[in-house]
């Protein structure tokens, strides 16, 4: 369907590293000289998490806990042992002290070795182990630091000695990107306020960030009365607070260090950090959801199944890709009807789409039987792969899994983000579309990757779509973190003044009638392209 011979696709970068995770407080070690070994790492950045925890025999929490969530969520997970703890679902029978000696040199063969992004701490029991794990992290530059202050089991027992409190507060608080207590260790923390409130995690969060850390996130799961398990963070100037489902289950022996190491290997994979809780409170949450009956102990709190995804097919956490906003911005979003009109098969009309410079594909077939659109879906994956461009399917989570799609687009009346976050798992792209700022919080929470705003301008392809106008879009934009792509009514005519708006984070925009509704689709596609990228220049 080439109407002139094609210009060289433009390749777009992978996302940014987690450069943004440096720590000021921390000094950068120069980069380790070996040659070999640097090619290698800028080949094959691999996420990688070292623990610094206990081990849990029961294998619920602890490090056993920290290298399962992380495997899960695909980043490496490295492990230094400070304590052995005999556990299980009953309790704690005993702790064995790792010698100080023996946690240094693991400190050393680790950090000397491997290229670790994210170090996250659990059971440090002694101030003389903290005393030299800050010793480490001053040694050996690493890109964040997550501390969860593990001081008592979720049985009750003591994990820790009292004179550690000190030191977590003036030595590892300073340098740490966030730390997440419990309520029941903000409080022990804070030499023993009561937290019962909302108001009263609040208050705790800023108390904690007065010691040091970027952030604070003080969990609520085991505050009484509530049908949700509301955690509160706190960044220094605002508050956000996490709400989630409070899942009736006895199996949560673990979920502290299950949410801390989450958070550690969302930050590996090159996550913000509010991103980076979100995304561990959702595995958490389903972690939870999934094994509320699982049966494992005789005792009163089980273990829960970290690699619940393995069940829930198809889980291909090798291909996890990361999504990257620049591929919003020339978004090309297909229509059968359109095509039928001028003769395209939707294979042709996406293979034209990328031929003029499209960055993201949409499917959406609205008129199209299951069957056929599977078929067309499969075939139109096998194009979008071979051109790096990313294929996302509207609405239909099952063809998007049948065909192993990139992602999928779902709005206000379609099932929710986060049920669709559930099915396709934290490597595949997620949009919502949005008209409000309250649609693009909930959107955020829900574990979005983008938000599709519109209409901007009047549009006939979607009936009885209202118009937002420049000033609805930028509500939104400036309502959320996210990446957002502008929708409806885009044309050559007026695509430049809406990237001119210059809000950062409206990434492009998508398009229907204009690229599809048209004989040739390429030329359109590459005047359109052309036109964006002029006003990128200018911007
Ligand atoms: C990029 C993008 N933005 C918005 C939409 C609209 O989605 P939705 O509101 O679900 O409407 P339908 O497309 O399903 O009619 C979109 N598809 N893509
Ligand atoms: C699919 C869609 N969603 C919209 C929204 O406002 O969310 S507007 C729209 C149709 C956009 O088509 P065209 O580029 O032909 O105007
Ligand atoms: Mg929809």
């Known amino acids: ?281 959702n595995f958490v949450e389903s972690a939870l959801h999934h094994s509320k009956d699982l049966v494992i102990g005789n005792g009163p709190q089980g273990p829960f199944d970290h690699l619940f995804r393995l069940k829930c097919p198809p889980y291909n956490i090798g291909s996890e890709r990361r999504f990257n906003p620049d591929s919003l911005f020339l978004y090309a979003v297909t229509d059968s009807r359109m095509n039928k009109r001028w003769g395209h098969s939707i294979e042709d009309a996406v293979k034209a789409a990328i031929e003029g410079g499209a960055t993201i594909v949409q499917l959406r077939e609205k008129d199209i039987e299951s069957r056929a659109f599977l078929e067309a879906a499969k075939a139109c994956m096998d194009i979008c792969r071979s051109s790096g461009v990313p294929l996302l399917i509207n609405d239909r989570v099952d063809i998007a899994l049948a065909c192993n799609a990139d992602g999928v687009h779902v709005g206000q009346s379609d099932i929710s983000a986060r049920e669709v976050r559930e099915l396709l798992g934290p490597g595949k792209i997620i949009g919502v579309s949005c008209k409000t700022p309250a649609q693009a919080e909930q959107a955020w929470r829900d574990g979005a990757d983008y938000l599709g705003c519109g209409g901007v301008f009047p549009t006939t392809t979607k009936a009885n779509n209202p118009t937002l106008g420049f000033e609805g879009l930028k509500a939104v934009c400036l309502a959320s973190k996210l990446p957002v792509v502008a929708i409806g009514g885009i044309n050559a005519t007026n695509a430049g003044s809406v990237m001119e708006l210059g809000v950062p984070n409206l990434k492009g925009v998508a398009v229907v009638s204009a690229l599809f509704d048209r004989e040739c689709v390429s030329t359109e596609t590459r005047n359109l392209r052309s036109i964006l990228t002029s006003v990128r220049c200018l911007a």
């Open 1 to 281: 369907m080439s109407c002139s011979p094609p210009p060289p696709i433009l390749r777009l970068h992978p996302p940014s590293s987690i450069s943004s995770f440096s720590s000021p407080r921390r000094p950068h070690l120069s980069p380790r000289t070996c040659p070999w070994r640097l090619a290698a790492a800028r080949e094959m950045p691999w996420p990688h998490v070292l623990t610094v925890a206990g081990s849990d025999s029961s294998a619920g929490a602890g490090i056993q806990a920290d290298v399962k969530a992380c495997a899960a969520l695909g980043a490496y997970c490295s492990s230094v042992i400070t304590a052995v703890t005999a556990q299980n679902t009953a309790g704690v029978q005993g702790v064995h002290l790792v010698p100080e000696e023996l946690i240094r040199e693991q400190l050393q063969s680790v950090l000397s070795d491997m290229s670790v992004d994210v170090v996250k701490t659990g059971m440090l029991p002694s101030a003389g182990i903290i005393k030299i794990l800050c010793e480490s992290l001053q040694k050996f530059s690493v890109k964040a630091l997550v501390v969860d202050p593990v001081m008592v089991s979720t049985s009750g027992d003591s994990l820790s000695d009292p004179s550690t409190l000190t030191y977590y507060r003036d030595e590892l608080f300073a340098m740490a990107d966030i730390v997440t207590p419990n309520v029941k260790e903000a409080s022990k923390l804070l030499g023993g306020v009561s937290l019962h409130t909302i108001a009263d995690m609040r208050d705790a969060a800023e108390s904690i960030y007065k010691f040091g850390p970027r952030y604070v996130l003080v969990k609520g799961g085991d505050m009484p009365d509530s049908s949700e398990a509301i955690d509160v963070f706190y960044d220094g100037k605002e508050f956000v607070e996490f709400r989630g489902h409070r899942i009736k289950t006895h199996n949560t022996h673990g979920t502290g260090c299950t949410l801390a190491s989450s958070i550690a290997a969302e930050l590996a994979k090159g996550s913000s950090m509010l991103n980076a809780v979100q995304v561990a409170k």
